[in-house]
């Protein structure tokens, strides 16, 4: 892992002052510079070479989205967006992901002192991740893609098998990808994610509107059935799934296991123990969450997919399951939905 070597661009002062002292004390990440508007990081992308920026999207002149679409354009960079927790800012975040952010990080503006120091902390962390970050190219042929997966749909038979996911950090990235190849009866689906709640919410909705089958909020007793996506985002509940006819998603109230909540350990693990029929895959992320759980999915006789590291945003949760031996196969994201599908169709 090589070091962040990191431009912040703000168009307030005291903003610019308070994240680069909080980047400078993190290891492995130096500020190299800041500058206060898209003219200002222009001149200083090309004289102090970052390796990675964090963006404000509300700057005068031109926008925080309108430089990341030129970033990402003209020379593609991992870029952390700092946005408002607001439905608006959702929406603008969503947006920020779709042209190639690697991260949208919430600036807490109305947080306690105490909420405001937990929240910063971990924007180290997501920069550090960003510099050494897979920068994904977007310029594919989508409109093939989506006509083949459409195809590919109208042949869906569901032969009784479940599927479930878990994602952090590119995980929106990667979810969307994944879930356009979705059929309309698809077969159950259950998403451990790390997001911002409001974050996720927002992305729910438009998943919903966007797709042909259901796209939920996982709610505690809801029963897993075809057609319908649960994802479950709640920062204070993990989710586990309940054996029966049909099995249910259970959400649990306990501290975080090894650091994450919801985990993607006990999700997986609560699969396995259950012997529910299922397909397993972790997708991109920070951590090493969802590892062990896969272990036991697949050491239990279940089919299991890692996202190929190279084509994940964030290779740390991926390789972290290949290493120990959790992964049946590894699959690069752009056939990974089509590979999960075609486990869970009739032959």
Known sequence: MHEARVLVVDDSAAMR??????????????????AANAADARERIA?????????????????GIEFLEEIMGSNPLPVVMLSSLTQAGTETSLKAFELGAVECF?????????????????????VLAAAN??????????????????????????????????ASMGGIDALTTILAEWPDECPPTVI?????????ETFIKRLDTDLGCSVKIARDGAALAQGTIHIAADPDRHVVIEPGQPPKIRLMEREPVEGSRPSANLLYGSIA????????????????????????LHDSGMDTI??????????????????IGAAGRQIALDDLG??????????
């Open 192 to 200: 451990c994610l790390q997001a911002e709640p409001m974050l996720a």
């Open 338 to 347: 089509a590979a999960v599908i075609g486990l869970c169709n009739q032959s």
């Open 106 to 126: 919430p600036k807490p503006l109305k947080a306690t002192p105490e909420q405001f120091a937990k929240t910063v902390g971990k924007l180290g962390k997501i």
């Open 306 to 323: 890692v996202q190929d590291p190279k084509s994940a945003l964030v290779s740390e949760a991926p390789s972290a399951a290949i290493e």
């Open 273 to 296: 123990r259950a012997g529910i029929p299922a397909v397993g895959a972790l997708l991109t992320g920070m951590g090493n969450d969802g590892a062990k759980g896969l272990k036991l």
């Open 17 to 34: 002052a308070l994240f680069s002292d909080i980047l400078d004390q993190t290891k492995n990440v130096v500020v190299v510079g800041a």
């Open 133 to 166: 970050s897979n920068v994904r190219d977007r310029s594919k042929q989508q409109a093939k893609r989506e006509a083949a997966a459409a195809a590919e749909a109208a042949k869906f038979t569901w032969n009784g098998r479940f599927v479930a996911f878990s």
């Open 47 to 63: 004289d102090l070479k970052p390796n990675v920026i964090t963006l404000d999207v509300e700057m005068p002149g031109m926008s």
